[in-house]
């Protein structure tokens, strides 16, 4: 795909990636309570001219990394986002409103983090026969 233009900006109202990740603790349970609300600080945006598609990627300050800065892309294919989900979220009010104004999509997020990554785990060996019942020994 050839990219004809290509453009940086910073949005026009304030953005933040929510992130939601699923970690297993040492005694064996599930956890969603880590939660990261990251700023966004612009928006890539690309034009490919042979299949007239839109393409763009927030650009995220992400204080965990060196540079601070990382692209939505990458952020998603970290290891500490390897058992979650993300959300970009343009957020027109002060961020000492974040906590509850993003209540209701983090707890969308942590619903969608149990439905991929928290499953019940099954026994090493499962006996099938005992599975299907007295008929199936014939």
Known sequence: MIHRAESLCTPGVRMVLVAVYATKGKDGTWDTDDVEILPVVAIAAKYCDDSQCYYYNAII???AEDGGLMTEEDFTDTVRN???VTRLVATPWPA???DERLKEIINRL???VRELYIRSELPEEIDFASLLGPE???
């Open 96 to 98: 000492e409103e974040d």
């Open 136 to 138: 199936s020994s014939r």
């Open 82 to 84: 390897s058992q979650g």
């Open 61 to 63: 300050h992400d204080p």
């Open 110 to 112: 942590k619903k969608r």
